[in-house]
Structures are given as structure tokens and as C-alpha cells.
């Protein structure tokens, strides 16, 4: 009996931590994005983090419905890894590669989309 238990519970676990990575768990994205992000990004993502205010250029606006539509979330991904300057943007925006691992990284592009979603 403990053994079927054990074996259908690591299942279950197997199974939802293989779905995180392949699409990125929002929610989960959502914990890493307001300790990190949202001071400069703000915490409904639309670039109007109190660390933000005085930055130029601003950081990204995440509502913006045409920045949602035409980046790919490799790109999303490669900035928050590797920093601004690795796709061509502002230093301002850190390299977060050491603070997050992969999977952390995926969630918060999911999360990233939700935001977009959510905004009008
Ligand atoms: C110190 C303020 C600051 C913090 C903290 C910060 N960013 Fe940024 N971010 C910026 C700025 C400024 C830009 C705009 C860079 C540009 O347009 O050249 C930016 C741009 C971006 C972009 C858009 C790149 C594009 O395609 O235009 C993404 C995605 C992003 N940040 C994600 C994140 C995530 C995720 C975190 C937290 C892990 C984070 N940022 C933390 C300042 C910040």
C-alpha cells in the first residue's frame, strides 16, 4: 500500500516539474518576478517600478501589446539570463543569470505573458 502511494505521488512530481520546464509555471514565476523585478518594472509590469522612474530608457512596459506579439520568448529568456546588453539593450537591465536558474527563468517568462494578458 505505502509503496503505491510513494510511486503515485512521484509520479505526480515527475510530472509537474516536466511541465514547468517545458512551459514555465506562472505562478511560480510570478514569487521570483516581485522579489527581483518588479521594483524597476513594477509589480503589474508596466515599467512603473518606483527603481524604474528615473531610469532612461525606462524599463519594459510589459502591456505594450506589440512587445508581447513580436519577441519570442527566447528572447524574454535571453535578456533576463544574460542582460540588456546581450540583445542589443541597456546595461540597466542586469544580467540575472546568477540569481536565477533556467527553470526559474522560464517561470518568470510565463509569468511575463500572464501580465500581458492581464493588461488592457
Ligand atoms: C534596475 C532596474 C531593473 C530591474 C531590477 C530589472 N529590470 Fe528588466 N529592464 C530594465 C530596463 C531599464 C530595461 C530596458 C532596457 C532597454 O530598453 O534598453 C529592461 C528591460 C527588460 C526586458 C525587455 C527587453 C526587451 O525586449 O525590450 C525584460 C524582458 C526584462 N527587463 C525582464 C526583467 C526581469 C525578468 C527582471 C527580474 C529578474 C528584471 N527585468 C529586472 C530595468 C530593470
Same mark, same amino acid.
Given at each position: ?9 512521484? &509520479? ?15 505562478? &511560480? ?20 517600478? $518606483? ?5 532612461? =530608457?525606462? $524599463? ?24 540588456? =546588453? &546581450?540583445?542589443?539593450?541597456? =546595461?540597466?537591465? &542586469? ?7 533556467d527553470a526559474d527563468i522560464h517561470n518568470v517568462v510565463a509569468y511575463i505573458r500572464e501580465l500581458g494578458k492581464a493588461a488592457k
Open positions: 500500500m505505502n509503496r503505491v502511494l510513494a510511486f503515485v505521488s512521484g &509520479a505526480v512530481l515527475l510530472g509537474s516539474s516536466a511541465t514547468a520546464l517545458a512551459a514555465g509555471d506562472a505562478a &511560480a514565476g510570478k514569487a521570483k518576478y516581485d522579489l527581483f523585478c518588479s521594483t524597476c518594472h513594477g509589480m503589474t509590469g508596466q515599467g512603473d517600478g $518606483p527603481g524604474g522612474a528615473a531610469l532612461n =530608457p525606462k $524599463p519594459r512596459n510589459y502591456a505594450d501589446k506589440e512587445w508581447q506579439k513580436t519577441t519570442k520568448d527566447a528572447d524574454i529568456f535571453k535578456v533576463i539570463k544574460e542582460g540588456g =546588453p &546581450a540583445v542589443g539593450k541597456s =546595461p540597466l537591465m &542586469a544580467a540575472w543569470g546568477a540569481a536565477l536558474s
